[in-house]
T-cell receptor
Framework: GNSVTQMEGPVTLSEEAFLTINCTYT??????LFWYVQYPGEGLQLLLK?????DKGSNKGFEATYRKETTSFHLEKGSVQVSDSAVYFC?????????????FGTGTQLKVEL | DGGITQSPKYLFRKEGQNVTLSCEQN?????MYWYRQDPGQGLRLIYY???????QKGDIAEGYSVSREKKESFPLTVTSAQKNPTAFYLC?????????????FGPGTRLTVL
């Protein structure tokens, strides 16, 4: 079956530090990959996505590249801010045979301090 | 403003009681979803519905029931058969169920069973 593995948190960084949150996946077909962000007490918001190998998704300074050869979709940001503190979820969705389900990783909490 | 509303934000119930969580969307989306979020486990799909009067079980449907009588509403009932109902419940919707279209999430309902 499909699965997503994320690095465990919490990740604690100083403001303006470089961020990497690792995400690897297992899928039987050709999934689309997503990063969602959850701010405290709220639902999830789509941060970025990539639908095929070598695609790069980007939004609000965050980037992730779909690497089929390493089955990875690591999230990066060059300079984090306190307002980036949240939980980040990596997810995949198969376009064929997988129904309409998103498979989520366990989430990685990011804490950014001044 | 278009969006997804879930009510109430916090819900307390005694063990053995059924409880219904509300989810309403005014985005004119065909597909709707219910997820359960537990600490350290990410999101898991309970039920989803691609069109009115139709729904499918997700990965953890046991102890839950849903209905989809109207396009904009997808209530979730947590029954007394659910062994561990205390969790954060998230409702989502998408334009339709197929493809890689974005799922939009509501703010969630935190259910505590005493």
């Amino acid at each position: 079956g499909n699965s997503v593995t994320q690095m465990e948190g919490p990740v604690t960084l100083s403001e303006e530090a470089f961020l990497t949150i690792n995400c690897t996946y297992t899928a039987t077909g050709y999934p689309s990959l997503f990063w969602y962000v959850q701010y405290p007490g709220e639902g999830l918001q789509l941060l970025l996505k990539a639908t095929k190998a070598d695609d790069k998704g980007s939004n609000k300074g965050f980037e992730a590249t779909y690497r089929k050869e390493t089955t990875s979709f690591h999230l990066e940001k060059g300079s984090v801010q306190v307002s980036d503190s949240a939980v980040y979820f990596c997810a995949l969705k198969e376009l064929t045979g997988g129904g309409n389900k998103l498979t989520f990783g366990t989430g990685t909490q990011l804490k950014v301090e001044l | 403003d278009g969006g997804i509303t879930q009510s109430p934000k916090y819900l307390f119930r005694k063990e053995g009681q059924n409880v219904t969580l509300s989810c309403e969307q005014n985005l004119n989306h065909d597909a709707m979803y219910w997820y359960r979020q537990d600490p350290g486990q990410g999101l898991r799909l309970i039920y989803y519905s691609q069109i009115v009067n139709d729904f499918q079980k997700g990965d953890i449907a046991e102890g839950y029931s849903v209905s989809r009588e109207k396009k904009e509403s997808f209530p979730l009932t947590v029954t007394s058969a659910q062994k561990n109902p205390t969790a954060f419940y998230l409702c989502a919707s998408s334009i339709y169920g197929g493809g890689d279209n974005e799922q939009f999430f509501g703010p969630g309902t935190r259910l505590t069973v005493l």
